[in-house]
């Protein structure tokens, strides 16, 4: 296990140490000095790579993937709770995305758009290939939260005299939103991060995966790393205040439940 974290976050420290790199240091060790300049520059004007702009796109299609994943994932987990006809299929239907190679999606959903004589977009055709990453992985943690869901809940709060929407409302979905804020949570993170099926059909503005590998493609200095640097601490910022958010929520109900 400790050889397989090494694995995993080696390279990130590396990257994080390289980013406080001196003035006259490269993108290599040793380190020249320990400066701030390289985040210095990525807010410069005349940059060849817009990472401020490209960063706010990011995190506004993050928000919208994240919000549309949230809303199919509970609405199917509803409404997957009893057996129908042609379930299964749905469901594998629903899922078969993440089997077909990402860069495939992408070319598919851009062909469609030429097709039909509409313009590649990021909040539009990007957002809908970015949707066939994460919509699946909604579905598979929404209907792992609900088939450990106590249904007796429900069914007392029918006994009181909650209708419908009340028992919807006050019962269950309170239950479910540790689960809710982890699909969020990763539908965001996927999202923020993702390249390979936003590259063909961003259309004239870049995502900041795709500023990020523009930049690679055309000068290496340690300004890369620190980029690095902070998309990573963004996404660590998002995932610890879910987290900090549900256990304290988890807190909250057991102290409820005790006192």
Do not use: C
Not at 60 to 71: H, P
Not at 126 to 138: C, E, H, K, R, Y
Request: glycine share 10%; proline share 4%; aromatic share 14%.
């Amino acid at each position: 296990m400790g050889v397989f974290l090494l694995f995993l976050y080696g390279p990130m420290f590396v990257i994080y140490l390289l980013s406080f790199q001196g003035p006259n240091g490269g993108v290599t060790f040793p380190m020249v000095g320990v400066s701030t300049v390289w985040f210095e520059d990525i807010l410069k004007p005349g940059q060849m790579a817009n990472i401020p702009v490209a960063f706010g796109r990011s995190i506004l299609l993050a928000a919208i993937v994240s919000t549309i994943t949230v809303l199919v994932s509970v609405a199917a987990g509803l409404g997957f709770r009893r057996r129908f006809r042609g379930s299964g299929i749905l469901f594998y239907l629903a899922v078969a995305s993440l089997v077909m190679p990402s860069l495939l999606v992408g070319f598919g959903i851009g062909l469609g758009f030429q097709l039909f004589g509409w313009k590649a977009d990021l909040f539009s055709s990007a957002l809908a290939a970015q949707l066939t990453w994460t919509l699946p992985f909604g579905l598979f943690a929404m209907f792992a939260v609900f088939n450990r869901f106590n249904r007796a809940y429900e069914e007392a709060a029918t006994d009181l005299g909650a209708n419908a929407w009340q028992r919807l409302r006050w019962v269950t979905l309170p239950i479910l939103l540790p689960g809710i804020l982890g699909v969020a949570m990763g539908a965001f993170t996927l999202s923020y991060d993702e390249y390979a099926r936003t590259t063909l059909v961003a259309g004239n503005r870049n995502t900041l995966p795709l500023e990020i590998y523009a930049l690679i493609s055309s000068s290496t200095s340690p300004t890369l790393f620190a980029i690095g640097t902070l998309t990573t601490t963004v996404s660590f910022l998002v995932i610890g205040a879910t987290l900090a958010f549900v256990f304290r929520l988890q807190r909250r109900r057991a102290l409820a439940r005790h006192g």
